[in-house]
């Protein structure tokens, strides 16, 4: 297919074509007479679409549907055929084929045009031997990748990451994950779920580190009720592999792994190495507009610090800021809305020009068994930031929740601004908690005193009546 683009001039030019990037080309150009081209080296919808977002979630939801219909007294179920799982996975995925995310860029007047692309210095990208020019900005959009600890004989064992254990092909029997955050709690939970013997290394003393402790710690509960074995303080000290092979994403490459922690010998047959992203700078040449190659740092306009004329924007894990699909493609909104204001001569004193939810008031979920919903600063972050608090915390226990399941088990906590009322933080662990979320998201962003919470009623019965319970823990405080 051709890169649909006769020009080397456009007004903006975006190099990454995951979520963030197709955003931030949509919205600078809408319904403009400028012009857009999208630079991909891989695949147009980037990691989300193929290797993180969509396939987790894929193995994540036959697990979770599975978990709700053994807890329903009246439900029978014979449990999970992985071929079928995996084929559903692929269809998520478009095997792998971005033919339909290249006609959506093509329809919204976005050309694509294929190749590794880098900054060649003020307004210029370099794309192979083709050089482009952007008459109005540059946005990179390259996100991250995976990173490998230093580890004697880690590397040449060929580990898996996280793009090879969402595109699972081969179920190894046992599996040793290195981590506790996101990624390798949500992998434990469908790789337990589909029989693999897992074990998980922590080098802390709780998974989900950044997140209200009573969260981690009802995870690693019910992960290891699942059979995972969780070795907290823990650190890799050493592998090795037999005959490791190159055999291709989500296959087992090669023979057993042998590893060292912390003095014990522990076997595999695959090793997935969870422990954290780092921004895609290598190659995308910020030397030649005087940065280095660490996250590009961009203010809440989403242009780059320290490149003069405001025509270098960043979106996304490669601004280091919130490494997660939706706050790359809202800062991508953002940027993009800036960049058609400024081509306008506009103004920019408006909300929609600045990307604020970044500072307080980031949503996240994990998909694990059970659900963690969280929004905002934890109580420790809140008071780490100067915050005077009050907290309350319940475990869930409402009409909606006995409903759902027969032994729900679930617990929410709110942590509020004593000074002025309103929400600072929400966390909720418990079965589809993740749909509780928007509602505190919008009570944290909209800033919202509690005492006003008490007129937004919840619908009976639901799981959101854990709101009321929550508002009459505070209203004794």
């Known amino acids: 297919?051709?890169?649909?683009?006769?020009?080397d001039e456009f007004d903006v030019i975006v190099i990454g074509g995951g979520p963030a990037g197709e955003n931030a080309a949509q919205y600078a150009i809408a319904g403009s007479d400028r012009t857009a081209a999208l630079v991909e080296r891989e695949l147009v919808g980037?990691?989300?679409?193929y290797w993180a977002c969509m396939p987790s979630k894929a193995l994540l939801t036959p697990v979770h549907f599975l978990d709700r219909a053994r807890h329903l007294?009246?439900?029978?179920?014979?449990?999970?055929?992985?071929?079928?799982?995996l084929a559903r996975r692929d269809d998520f995925t478009a095997h792998h084929a971005d033919t339909g995310q290249v006609a959506w860029a093509q329809s919204v007047g976005v050309a694509v045009i294929r190749g590794a692309g880098a900054l060649a210095g003020d307004r210029r990208v370099r794309v192979g031997d083709r050089e482009l020019i952007a008459r109005q900005a540059v946005v990179l959009a390259t996100g991250s990748t995976a990173l490998i600890p230093d580890v004697p004989g880690l590397r040449a064992a060929l580990p898996w990451i996280s793009r090879d254990v969402t595109?699972?092909?081969?179920?190894?029997?046992?599996?040793?994950?290195?981590g506790g955050g996101v990624v390798a709690c949500e992998a434990a939970t469908w790789l337990s779920a589909f029989g693999a013997a897992v074990t998980?290394?922590?080098?802390?003393?709780?998974l989900l580190g950044g997140m209200e402790p009573f969260a981690g710690e009802r995870v690693a509960s019910a992960l290891a009720e699942r059979g995972v074995e969780i070795r907290f303080g823990a650190g890799l000290d050493a592998v090795t592999r037999t005959s490791p092979a190159a055999t291709g994403a989500g296959r087992i490459h090669g023979g057993p792994v042998t590893a060292t922690?912390?003095?014990?010998?522990?076997?595999?047959?695959?090793?997935?190495v969870a422990t954290g992203r780092a921004p895609a700078t290598a190659g995308l040449g910020l030397a030649t507009v005087g940065l280095d190659d660490r996250a590009v740092a961009v203010d809440d306009h989403l242009t780059a610090i320290g490149v003069a004329g405001s025509w270098l924007y960043a979106v996304g894990d490669v601004t280091g800021r919130n490494l997660l699909t939706h706050m790359g493609k809202y800062q991508a909104r953002v940027c993009g809305d800036v960049i058609a204001a400024r081509a306008r001569g506009g103004p920019l004193d408006g909300p929609r020009y600045r990307a604020t939810a970044d500072h307080g008031?980031?949503?996240?979920?994990?998909?694990?068994?059970?659900?963690?919903?969280?929004?905002g600063r934890t109580e420790q972050a809140a008071r780490t930031a100067g915050f005077t608090v009050v907290a309350v915390e319940l475990d869930i226990s409402v009409a909606g929740s006995a409903l759902l399941r027969d032994d729900y088990a679930g617990h929410a906590k709110l942590v509020v601004d004593r000074s002025t009322g309103r929400l600072l933080g929400a966390t909720f662990v418990g079965p589809d908690v993740g749909e509780l979320l928007q509602a505190a998201t919008v009570a944290v962003v909209g800033e919202i005193p509690v005492e006003q919470l008490w007129h937004a009623v919840p619908?009976?019965?639901?799981?959101?009546?854990?709101?009321?319970?929550?508002?009459?823990?505070l209203r004794d405080r």
């Open 361 to 375: 008031a980031v949503p996240a979920v994990v998909f694990s068994a059970p659900e963690v919903a969280t929004v």
């Open 459 to 473: 619908a009976y019965p639901t799981v959101s009546e854990v709101w009321l319970r929550l508002l009459e823990k």
């Open 46 to 49: 980037g990691e989300c679409s």
């Open 73 to 85: 007294r009246g439900i029978t179920g014979t449990g999970i055929d992985l071929d079928a799982v």
């Open 261 to 272: 922690v912390g003095g014990t010998v522990l076997e595999a047959d695959e090793l997935v």
């Open 167 to 178: 595109n699972l092909r081969e179920l190894p029997r046992r599996v040793l994950i290195l």
């Open 1 to 7: 297919m051709g890169d649909g683009a006769a020009s």
């Open 200 to 206: 998980m290394v922590v080098r802390g003393d709780r």
